[in-house]
């Protein structure tokens, strides 16, 4: 019995700078991108005033949903950033969600998450030195007392690669369980199978053997939990830190 | 051959060190979500802020053990590759 766990797949190389890597996290991800902009164009179009199609109420449900969850968490001063949360939510949710169909789940790949949390970090930054200017974006290390500016500086650090492996971390668990699941229930039905089985002689007696028996079902309901669950809830608590991390950039 | 033999040992081994960390955000949750069931008996009005901030307490709680597991999975899949080639 062999178990693999890689990373990424790649799918094919282009010639340019001696090789670029072409993964199946870069075509997954413009693959999700191309379906999420379909989705938008296609709820947006024909939008009424009166009479409204069930499309129209799928998009406005899910529009006032979001600018709902910012108000709520940032206030309203941050109303705008609505369609940033709703993106990185929508991104994040659909890129863990894609394993479900089989494919190479995008968040498996920490590069992902790190752009995301990079990006983050950069908002992050850009709204503390739009609060206090330049000059109050350096002081706010020195606080509460100068000798901790090193630690400060490494918390600000930590924050983009917190966010990063948390996610990161929580999808490979649950792919790596996942694994280690199926490939123990593979040995534990073959025991069973040899024990119960095990006088059928010839070529019939291998068949029945061999089947798998008890990879049938269990895997599904810990992929309820693996894929399903965890995806929003990491996507979720994604948007939650980004929320929370920006409006308390600006409070100083 | 010794050498790479006491490497990939010393890889797996840290794997399975690193994996302890997994205890303090365990116990560290299981309080949380605790506190957070107290809270909702209390107040059950308030479920829905509740379970957000728990969620979001958790996810934070959850990060160290989320390191461990990172530092396993590179002792495991990076650490032998790396140092086998290292070594020769």
Known sequence: MNIEINGAPILFTLPWFGGINITA???????????????????????KVRDVSKKQLVAEFLVETIQNFVDTNM???????????????????CSSLISLIGQWAPTADLSTELGWALLVFGLITATKIRTGGLGGYALGFTKPIAVLTPFNIISELAT????????????????????LIYASLALASHGILNLLFGWLPGAAGEVVRSIPFLQVGIP??????FDLFSSFMQAFIFCMLTMLYIASAAEE | MLEKAIVLAGCAVGAGLALIAGIGPGIGEGYAVGKA?????????CKGDVTQTMLLGCAIAE???????VTGLLLLFVGPIYLGGFLG
């Open chain 2, 37 to 45: 069931c107290e809270a909702i008996g209390r107040q059950p009005e």
């Open chain 1, 75 to 93: 206030g309203k001063k941050f109303s705008h950033y609505g369609p940033f949360i709703a993106a990185i939510f929508s991104l994040s949710a």
């Open chain 1, 160 to 179: 983009p690669i917190s966010m990063a492996f948390r996610h990161f971390g929580n999808i490979v668990s649950g792919g790596v369980i996942n694994t």
């Open chain 1, 220 to 225: 599904a309901v810990l992929s309820v939990y």
């Open chain 2, 63 to 69: 990060t160290t053990g989320i390191y461990g597991f």
């Open chain 1, 25 to 47: 996290t870069l075509v997954n991800s413009w693959v999700i991108v191309a379906v999420l902009i379909g989705l938008c164009y296609w709820l947006t179009r024909g939008l």
